[in-house]
């Protein structure tokens, strides 16, 4: 309604107004009645009228309530990995307010999103007889695929749920297998392994595909780190309709827990077919024609950048606006936190890029952040008095501040969270 805005709930002080209103109304066409000696059907029909006009702003307004409880049950079966029950909530909640773009939009990622599971189970499903050898593998995961891109998919999300890193071998700086073959039996390997086991696949079902090796921004990198002549890393290029684009299926399986030295899976589709230009950012091949960009960085131009954070693409900044916050040599305090939280679907419409902020100096903070039920700003070292963006419409959130020497916190609450608020933006402030 209202062009698919948030419209405000009405409050029981609203709806005894409402009522005090028309009741007066009501009184002044019956005195006019008196008045005028008109006809009464004419007061029936203006009293029916008004009757209805508020029986139906109480309906639209009972509509879109239920609309968005329905959304934030879909947020939260979504962020519990439920897509199928979150689709189911999210279309009863467009048949309520159908007229509201955040929710159609919603439930077609949902759709979009639902489908490709299915698509991965498949792959997800494959039987230990079919796992037996290389070409036996890449028979079975790629039956249902209709062209290479499909094919890619189903080889990317067996490895990355069926491979795991090999930590032990990482800390001791040990020997693990890395052949195609050998990770396919053992199920544990590095980067080096998941790149071959990665190119084996592609190359036994024809899959136009290269093995990069290179340096990468991973585990234990901070920035200013130089690297030295050995590659530390190995990741694929896949070419599909004629554009060549990125996969890592080690950093796409999981990470590494430093404190517990452990491999944690978590699929990370940013990993998965990443334009070069994006990838260039944390992953350099030896080779440069292997970026596969126009303009190829040095090695020197690699490690003088700043760590860019993956997060940093998925609430929506454009590589163009960090290579060129990059090329002015602007961020060398780095980048400003993201917290990666799925559940708040956070895109960011205008903020600083870089991590550090003036104090006193007015910032405009601009985001979408429709997961979340109340977004608050947090500009203090004691975390007290929180601002409350301005809601403008469905989602989106706006302040304009101007932060305290400490941190300017973004965070939002959550539904199903209780009262906590989650911090989704971090920045410092001097």
């Known amino acids: 309604m209202f062009g698919g805005d948030r419209i405000r709930p009405l409050t029981y002080e609203d709806k005894i107004h409402t009522i005090f209103f028309t009741t007066f109304i009501l009184k002044f066409l019956i005195s006019m009645e008196v008045a ?6 004419l007061l029936v029909t203006l009293a029916v009228t008004a009757l209805c006009a508020i029986g139906s702003l109480c309906i639209a307004n009972q509509s879109t309530s239920r609309a968005e409880q329905l959304y934030w049950e879909a947020v939260e079966l979504h962020g519990k990995g439920k897509l199928a029950e979150a689709l189911a909530k999210m279309k009863s909640a467009v048949n309520f307010a159908s007229t509201n773009k955040s929710f159609r939009d919603y439930r077609k990622e949902l759709e979009a999103a639902v489908a490709v599971s299915t698509f991965d189970c498949h792959a997800l499903t494959a039987p230990p007889e079919a796992e037996k050898s290389v070409d036996e593998l890449a028979k079975y995961l790629t039956k249902p695929a209709k062209n290479d891109r499909e094919k890619v998919r189903l080889i990317f999300r067996w490895i990355t749920d069926r491979i795991s890193y090999d930590t032990k071998s990482f800390f001791s700086d040990t020997p693990t297998e890395t052949g195609a073959e050998g990770v396919l039996r053992t ?5 080096e392994g ?10 036994a079902v024809g899959v136009y595909e290269v093995k990069i090796s290179g340096y990468a921004k991973g585990f234990g990198y901070r920035s200013g780190d130089k690297f030295g002549e050995d590659t530390d890393h190995s990741w694929n290029a896949v070419k599909l309709d004629g554009q060549w684009l990125m996969i890592d299926a080690t950093w796409g399986a999981g990470y590494t827990d430093g404190e517990t030295k452990t491999f944690e899976k978590k699929l990370k589709e940013f990993y998965y077919l990443t334009p070069p230009e994006i990838l260039l950012f944390s992953h350099l091949p030896k080779d440069p024609q292997y970026q596969f ?5 040095t090695k020197e131009q690699f490690e003088q950048w700043p760590e860019v954070n993956y997060t940093l693409f998925t609430v929506g900044f454009k590589q163009e606006a960090i290579r060129a916050v990059l090329d002015k040599q602007m961020a060398n305090s780095g980048f400003l936190e993201v917290i990666d939280r799925p559940a708040v679907r956070t895109k960011v419409l205008e903020a600083p890029l870089t991590s550090t902020l003036h104090a006193d100096k007015k910032v405009v903070i601009r985001i979408e ?9 947090i500009s203090n070292k004691d975390y007290k008095d929180p601002i409350e963006m301005e809601l403008k419409k469905f989602g989106v959130y706006e302040a304009t501040l101007m932060p305290k020497k400490g941190e300017l916190l973004i965070s939002g609450k959550l539904p199903g969270k209780g009262e906590n608020f989650w911090t989704i933006l971090r920045y410092k402030v001097e």
């Open 187 to 191: 199920r544990i390997s590095v980067c």
């Open 36 to 41: 005028m000696s008109s006809k009464k059907p």
């Open 369 to 377: 952040a429709p997961g979340a039920i109340i977004v608050k700003a």
């Open 293 to 297: 960009v126009k303009t190829p960085i």
């Open 194 to 203: 998941y790149a071959n086991l990665f190119d084996a696949l592609c190359t």
